[in-house]
Protein backbone atom coordinates (compact mmCIF):
# COMPACT_ATOMS: atom_id res chain seq x y z
CA UNK A 1 0.00 0.00 0.00
CA UNK A 2 1.33 3.10 -0.99
CA UNK A 3 2.04 5.39 1.64
CA UNK A 4 0.44 9.55 0.36
CA UNK A 5 1.42 13.02 2.31
CA UNK A 6 0.23 15.91 1.59
CA UNK A 7 2.80 19.46 1.95
CA UNK A 8 1.43 23.02 1.40
CA UNK A 9 1.60 24.38 -2.80
CA UNK A 10 4.61 26.72 -2.47
CA UNK A 11 3.94 28.34 -6.03
CA UNK A 12 0.52 29.40 -4.31
CA UNK A 13 2.80 32.38 -2.39
CA UNK A 14 3.19 34.41 -5.14
CA UNK A 15 -0.26 33.75 -6.97
CA UNK A 16 -2.11 33.04 -4.17
CA UNK A 17 -4.72 31.22 -6.84
CA UNK A 18 -4.94 26.94 -6.92
CA UNK A 19 -4.52 25.81 -9.98
CA UNK A 20 -7.55 26.09 -11.27
CA UNK A 21 -7.91 29.84 -11.24
CA UNK A 22 -4.69 30.10 -13.27
CA UNK A 23 -6.51 32.02 -15.64
CA UNK A 24 -5.86 34.60 -13.27
CA UNK A 25 -2.47 34.99 -12.94
CA UNK A 26 0.54 35.31 -15.62
CA UNK A 27 3.53 32.80 -15.99
CA UNK A 28 7.05 34.15 -14.82
CA UNK A 29 9.63 32.70 -14.67
CA UNK A 30 7.79 28.88 -14.32
CA UNK A 31 5.79 30.35 -11.60
CA UNK A 32 2.58 31.83 -11.19
CA UNK A 33 1.85 35.82 -10.17
CA UNK A 34 -1.44 37.21 -9.58
CA UNK A 35 -2.56 39.63 -11.93
CA UNK A 36 -3.78 41.73 -9.38
CA UNK A 37 -0.73 41.78 -7.53
CA UNK A 38 1.23 42.36 -10.63
CA UNK A 39 -0.62 45.23 -11.72
CA UNK A 40 0.10 46.86 -7.75
CA UNK A 41 3.74 46.14 -8.55
CA UNK A 42 3.24 48.26 -11.96
CA UNK A 43 1.06 50.66 -10.12
CA UNK A 44 3.79 51.89 -7.11
CA UNK A 45 6.20 53.67 -9.44
CA UNK A 46 2.80 55.39 -11.30
CA UNK A 47 2.02 56.55 -7.81
CA UNK A 48 6.15 57.77 -6.85
CA UNK A 49 5.65 59.41 -10.47
CA UNK A 50 2.56 60.92 -9.83
CA UNK A 51 4.07 62.55 -6.58
CA UNK A 52 6.98 63.64 -8.12
CA UNK A 53 5.10 65.30 -11.19
CA UNK A 54 2.21 66.78 -9.14
CA UNK A 55 4.10 67.53 -5.95
CA UNK A 56 1.32 69.20 -2.78
CA UNK A 57 -1.61 68.24 -4.95
CA UNK A 58 -1.90 65.09 -3.40
CA UNK A 59 -0.93 66.65 0.85
CA UNK A 60 -4.02 69.14 -0.24
CA UNK A 61 -6.61 66.22 -1.02
CA UNK A 62 -6.65 63.66 1.21
CA UNK A 63 -10.32 63.18 1.55
CA UNK A 64 -10.57 63.10 -1.99
CA UNK A 65 -7.72 60.36 -2.43
CA UNK A 66 -10.13 58.66 0.06
CA UNK A 67 -13.08 58.83 -1.91
CA UNK A 68 -11.25 57.43 -4.97
CA UNK A 69 -9.82 54.52 -3.19
CA UNK A 70 -13.25 54.18 -1.62
CA UNK A 71 -15.11 54.23 -4.73
CA UNK A 72 -12.14 51.71 -6.55
CA UNK A 73 -12.32 49.62 -3.84
CA UNK A 74 -16.25 49.14 -3.95
CA UNK A 75 -15.96 48.67 -7.85
CA UNK A 76 -13.31 46.00 -7.36
CA UNK A 77 -15.37 44.52 -4.42
CA UNK A 78 -18.22 44.49 -6.57
CA UNK A 79 -16.71 42.89 -9.66
CA UNK A 80 -15.22 40.22 -7.96
CA UNK A 81 -18.48 38.99 -6.49
CA UNK A 82 -19.99 39.12 -9.72
CA UNK A 83 -17.03 37.06 -11.56
CA UNK A 84 -17.55 34.71 -8.49
CA UNK A 85 -21.40 33.67 -8.96
CA UNK A 86 -20.63 33.88 -12.65
CA UNK A 87 -23.18 37.01 -13.20
CA UNK A 88 -20.05 38.53 -15.52
CA UNK A 89 -16.44 37.17 -16.79
CA UNK A 90 -13.56 39.39 -16.25
CA UNK A 91 -9.89 39.20 -17.73
CA UNK A 92 -6.62 40.16 -16.59
CA UNK A 93 -6.64 43.77 -18.04
CA UNK A 94 -9.29 44.55 -15.78
CA UNK A 95 -6.87 42.72 -12.40
CA UNK A 96 -3.93 44.71 -13.88
CA UNK A 97 -5.68 48.06 -13.76
CA UNK A 98 -7.54 47.66 -10.72
CA UNK A 99 -4.03 46.55 -8.88
CA UNK A 100 -2.37 49.44 -10.51
CA UNK A 101 -5.25 51.73 -8.72
CA UNK A 102 -4.50 50.42 -6.18
CA UNK A 103 -0.75 50.55 -6.07
CA UNK A 104 -0.36 54.14 -7.07
CA UNK A 105 -3.10 54.77 -4.45
CA UNK A 106 -0.62 53.35 -1.60
CA UNK A 107 2.19 54.78 -2.65
CA UNK A 108 0.27 58.30 -2.27
CA UNK A 109 -0.95 56.99 1.25
CA UNK A 110 2.27 56.85 2.37
CA UNK A 111 3.20 59.93 0.86
CA UNK A 112 0.33 61.80 2.20
CA UNK A 113 0.36 60.96 5.83
CA UNK A 114 -0.06 58.03 8.30
CA UNK A 115 -4.21 58.89 8.29
CA UNK A 116 -4.89 58.26 4.57
CA UNK A 117 -2.46 55.38 4.77
CA UNK A 118 -4.78 53.73 7.81
CA UNK A 119 -7.70 54.94 6.08
CA UNK A 120 -6.78 53.35 3.08
CA UNK A 121 -6.32 49.87 4.47
CA UNK A 122 -9.39 50.13 6.90
CA UNK A 123 -10.87 50.06 3.38
CA UNK A 124 -9.29 47.00 1.59
CA UNK A 125 -10.05 45.62 5.03
CA UNK A 126 -13.52 46.22 4.69
CA UNK A 127 -13.91 45.72 1.34
CA UNK A 128 -12.77 42.07 1.76
CA UNK A 129 -15.06 41.51 5.07
CA UNK A 130 -18.14 42.98 2.66
CA UNK A 131 -17.16 40.20 -0.22
CA UNK A 132 -17.02 37.50 2.07
CA UNK A 133 -20.80 38.60 3.62
CA UNK A 134 -22.20 38.94 -0.12
CA UNK A 135 -20.37 35.60 -1.33
CA UNK A 136 -21.73 33.80 1.61
CA UNK A 137 -25.57 35.35 1.17
CA UNK A 138 -25.09 34.01 -2.68
CA UNK A 139 -24.42 31.01 -1.67
CA UNK A 140 -20.83 30.65 -3.18
CA UNK A 141 -18.34 31.19 -0.18
CA UNK A 142 -17.78 27.72 1.08
CA UNK A 143 -17.09 26.47 -2.74
CA UNK A 144 -14.80 29.28 -2.92
CA UNK A 145 -12.73 28.21 0.54
CA UNK A 146 -12.57 25.23 -0.86
CA UNK A 147 -11.36 25.90 -3.92
CA UNK A 148 -8.20 27.62 -2.24
CA UNK A 149 -8.10 24.98 0.06
CA UNK A 150 -7.72 21.95 -1.85
CA UNK A 151 -5.65 23.96 -4.45
CA UNK A 152 -3.59 24.74 -1.64
CA UNK A 153 -1.99 21.26 -1.34
CA UNK A 154 -0.06 18.90 -3.10
CA UNK A 155 -0.29 15.18 -2.82
CA UNK A 156 2.94 12.86 -2.65
CA UNK A 157 3.36 9.50 -2.99
CA UNK A 158 5.74 8.65 -0.35
CA UNK A 159 7.13 5.24 -2.03
CA UNK A 160 8.18 7.09 -5.21
CA UNK A 161 8.99 10.69 -3.58
CA UNK A 162 12.81 11.37 -4.96
CA UNK A 163 12.07 15.18 -5.21
CA UNK A 164 10.13 14.78 -8.76
CA UNK A 165 7.23 12.66 -8.49
CA UNK A 166 4.33 13.82 -7.10
CA UNK A 167 1.29 14.26 -7.93
CA UNK A 168 0.08 17.88 -8.34
CA UNK A 169 -3.70 17.67 -7.77
CA UNK A 170 -6.31 20.46 -7.80
CA UNK A 171 -10.03 18.42 -7.00
CA UNK A 172 -11.96 22.13 -6.83
CA UNK A 173 -15.39 22.47 -8.06
CA UNK A 174 -14.31 24.60 -11.23
CA UNK A 175 -10.72 22.62 -12.05
CA UNK A 176 -13.10 19.54 -12.83
CA UNK A 177 -15.64 21.44 -15.29
CA UNK A 178 -13.42 22.77 -17.10
Known sequence: MQQRFRTPRWSMVLSHHPPCQYDRTFALFGGRICARCAGVIVG??????????????????????????????????????????????????????????????????VQSGIMLLLGLLAEVVAGQFYAALRMRKLGVLDRFITEYLEGAIVEHDRAFHSGRAFTLSCKCESHQTR
Open 44 to 109: LPLGLAAIQMLPGMFLESNGSLLLVALATIALGVEIFVRNEVGQRQSGNVERVLFGMVMGAALVIS
